[in-house]
């Protein structure tokens, strides 16, 4: 027999989800929408209300019946819960408080002299929690924790390799379940990153979506479903190391000829060098030297945009994606040569295929850790978070 526990959970979600991404109905509609009788609604959203993850439209409860009111509608209350979203980076710490319709409310930056110990960042994100919680209409509504870290992390939130922090398999949800008495997410950043960009956006019909994020490296993340493409141990979508020659550049992986090598921060370097460019490898100053009309310039980003091409070719012929997204600090740089890869995209893949929809990500400095806390939001609140066994995806469990 179904764990009624579950099945509530379950149908709450289903609601929350529903009104997340289409905003204020009656209970009627929703009972229609989700297949759910009058009265279960009502029994669901009364459990709802009472946490303040949904609240009723004063609007429609000052109507007067006589003039035809519509019933009363219900719709996710912003206020009533948080998301502590925590980037950790190489030189600073970012934060973002969110709120239950993923609107940030705060922000805060850290900044480091040199990359911060594991011990360390956790405190600076028990500081921000405390500074958070300082205030009135927070208090103790801080629902869960989203972290980011700048590499691979293990499904059961063991943080594997990370060596421009200085770390190796580091049990951050360890120490951060430690530190915190809510449910904490463990994340690889640019996993981070492209669930916030996917996730805030619940209008779109985002059915798989593969990100990019290109600067120093050239990171990436798939969402199917709404969900992160884990793989099996939760390190898949490195499409950075998708090979693309058997020779090339040394990777910092240790290969050679992977993608990242061909379209990163040093590739553009490399470029210009070569057109012989009067400007280096800093993304505005190469789009401000293009608009100025150099031709050097211009040159070493087509290069650069059809070696991504050539990358987002075969991601393409994998994974049939509806949408690319492409973000990160080459955003000025990739922005000029849009047009041209959709056009070599949509004339390299397999026939009969349809091209997906390339665009650049909004570039919001605090995304990263805005997508944390979207994470901690998905793995406590929405339908699709949780698999048939009915755990939630996303919040993991401890190796022990
Ligand atoms: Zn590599």
Request: hydrophobic residues 45%; proline residues 6%.
């Amino acid at each position: 027999m179904a764990n009624q526990g579950f099945i509530r959970n379950m149908n709450q979600r289903r609601i929350l989800t529903l009104l997340r991404r289409e905003g204020g109905l009656t209970r009627a509609e929703i009972a229609r929408r989700l297949a759910l009788t009058r009265s279960a609604v009502t029994y669901l959203a009364d459990g709802l209300l009472s946490e303040r993850l949904v609240a009723e439209a004063p609007d429609n409860n000052e109507m007067p019946r006589e003039a035809g009111r519509p019933g009363v509608t219900l719709s996710i209350d912003p206020g009533g819960n948080y998301f502590l979203g925590a980037e950790i980076g190489v030189t600073a710490m970012r934060f973002a408080l969110v709120d239950m319709t993923l609107k940030p409310v705060k922000a805060k930056t850290v900044e480091w002299r040199k990359p911060p110990s594991p011990a360390e960042a956790i405190r600076a994100i028990e500081a921000f929690l405390r500074a958070c919680s300082a205030e009135k209409r927070v208090g103790r509504r801080i629902r869960a924790i989203g972290i980011t870290v700048p590499g691979l992390v293990r499904g059961d939130g063991m943080v594997l390799h990370l060596p421009i922090l200085g770390w190796r398999d580091v049990n951050l949800l360890a120490l951060a379940r430690a530190a915190f008495r809510i449910p904490v997410a463990i994340e690889n950043d640019t996993n981070g990153v492209a669930f916030g960009e996917v996730y805030r956006h619940p209008k779109l019909s985002h059915d798989l979506v593969l990100f990019l994020r290109l600067g120093n490296g050239c990171g990436g993340a798939a969402i199917l479903d709404g969900n992160l493409l884990r793989g099996t141990s939760g390190v898949a979508a490195e499409f950075g190391h998708m090979r693309i020659a058997d020779h090339g550049p040394l990777c910092h992986c240790g290969q050679r000829g992977c993608l990242e090598t061909y379209v990163n921060l040093a590739a553009l370097g490399r470029y210009l060098a070569e057109a012989e460019a009067r400007v280096g490898p800093d993304p505005v100053q190469v789009s401000d030297a293009i608009g100025a009309g150099d031709d050097a310039a211009t040159a070493a980003v087509e290069r650069l945009t059809a070696h991504l091409a050539t990358g987002i070719i075969s991601l393409t012929n994998v994974f049939n994606p509806s949408d690319i997204v492409l973000g990160g600090a080459m955003r000025p740089v990739l922005a000029l040569g849009l047009e041209r890869l959709r056009d070599v995209v949509a004339g390299g893949i397999v026939a009969g295929m349809p091209p997906p929809k390339i665009a650049l990500s909004a570039g919001d400095p605090y995304e990263c850790a805005i997508g944390a806390a979207a994470i901690a939001h998905h793995a406590q609140f929405d339908v699709s978070a949780l698999s048939v066994g009915g755990q939630a995806n996303g919040a993991q469990r401890p190796a022990d």
